[in-house]
């Protein structure tokens, strides 16, 4: 019974946990868009030289360190703006902060990657990461199935409509 009710909880901290892999999937073309515009390929390639060179713990604090320091800040400005009932201002600047959090995080993993999965409990962590995800999409997939035929016989209904106000708007047409 208990396990029923949690059921819809389950299923949003899912769909949140999906929306989140989905953003990673999806920055990588993101990054690579701003890393053609700018040298960061000469950036990247300095700083996997300079990581190829540390042990793992060294490449943690890599991988940690610049996304704290860019995210900290802006976490502080995004408090201001709400506390000053400033929402739009607030609200941009939280999702532009994901985005570039998002982003920094996958350019400094994609960095450190390697060097990150020598240490045990990263290897672990970043293992049940990925079972997570595979589980989250498990549980949410029947539900998105359902609501996406949903949508598919709407999209038919709908498009029979179309086809008849269609016809309709011929024969208004053709009489005159």
């Keep these: ?60 604090l890599i991988f940690v360190v610049p996304v ?20 739009i201002s607030a609200i941009v600047l939280i999702v532009a902060s994901k985005f570039v959090g998002m982003g920094v995080l996958a350019f400094s993993f994609d960095v450190t990657r390697d060097k990150l999965l020598q240490i045990g409990w990263f290897r672990a962590f970043f293992i049940f990461l990925v079972n997570m995800k595979q589980r989250a999409h498990d549980f949410v997939a029947p539900v998105m199935s359902r609501i996406k035929a949903k949508i598919a016989a709407l999209r038919g209904r709908s498009s029979r409509w179309l086809r008849f106000a269609q016809r309709l708007r011929n024969r208004v047409h053709s009489t005159r």
């Excluded at 030289?49 to 490449?59: E, I």
């Excluded at 800040?73 to 995004?78: R, S, V």
């Design 1 to 60: 019974m208990m396990r029923r009710a949690l059921q819809p909880f389950w299923f949003l901290l899912a769909s949140i946990f999906l929306i989140e892999a989905w953003l990673w999937d999806h920055l990588e073309p993101v990054v690579a868009r701003v890393v053609a515009v700018i040298p960061l390929r000469a950036f990247k390639a300095w700083c996997a030289a300079k990581v190829a060179g540390l042990s793992p713990y060294p490449s943690l």
């Design 68 to 87: 704290t320091l860019l995210l900290v800040p802006l976490k502080f400005a995004e408090v201001y703006l709400l506390t000053h009932h400033l929402w």
